[in-house]
């Protein structure tokens, strides 16, 4: 049994939601998770920006957590729209917020599964190396277009897609259409095949509305609502 369960991880983004509804950045997230676990689980040895070698390969973790020779690995992406917002942290006290916009979503689908594979390739080095390990992949967004299902299948990155209830079965071959553009494919050209099977499903995050928050511009919050993706790639048996 690995070192933190879904459970568990679920349990650390709730409480860290109640504190942190959003974050200034993708760093933000990752910093503020790493300690939302430290204080729940204080016995866990936490570090950030680990690398390890892989076949000549430096495969960076976002986060790894450690204790008895049980491992948690973690890869965590922040993929927001635009969003400019005061969010209260104090009575009558308001952070200003300037989230910056990711629109391309085809590339970071693409990522994210790249993200899935590397959790694979590490969670066995580390099992070879006699730890009982587990990675989690997880996406936080406000862009509905993460989760909700294509209208259509003709769309350049349907192998890619990450929408809500979706199974990616292990051994499948993920990749680009042929009308995707040069540009969209650069430095991501190679099809990804991942062991494992998973079953997407989407949960709730914050919703970013009055009196917690309040818009900076205008009368209204767009895209205030944020859901995460969190998928557990297993121990390699």
Known sequence: MSLL???????????????????????DFQLALAF?????????????ERTEIID??????????????????????????????????????????????HAAQPPYRYKFLK?????????????LKGHDAAG????LT??????????????????????EGRTIAGGEVLQWDKRASADTKANREQPIVLHWSYTLQ??????????????VVGRRINHGKFRYLLVRVPPRK
């Not at 568990?8 to 504190?19: F, G, T």
């Not at 939302?36 to 950030?48: C, S, V």
């Not at 862009?143 to 299948?153: I, L, Q």
């Open 56 to 101: 000549n390969k430096k495969l960076r973790i976002d986060v790894v957590a450690h204790q008895n020779g049980q491992t948690t690995l973690m890869e965590l992406k922040y993929l927001t729209c635009a969003l400019r917002i005061q969010v209260r942290f104090a009575e009558e006290e308001y952070e200003a917020y300037n989230i910056q916009n």
């Open 5 to 27: 369960q879904t459970a568990d991880v679920e349990r650390v983004l709730a409480e860290l939601s109640r504190e942190r509804p959003v974050f200034h950045s993708e760093a």
């Open 36 to 48: 939302k676990m430290q204080r729940m689980y204080p016995q866990l040895a936490i570090r950030m």
């Open 115 to 127: 993200d899935i594979r590397r959790l694979e390739l590490l969670v066995e080095r580390y099992m």
């Open 142 to 163: 406000n862009d509905s277009m993460y989760w909700k299902e294509p209208s259509r299948d003709e769309v350049i990155d349907y192998a890619f897609r990450l929408h």
């Open 202 to 215: 989407w949960r709730d995050y914050s919703e970013l509305t009055p009196p917690l928050a309040k818009p």
């Open 136 to 139: 989690y992949a997880i996406l």
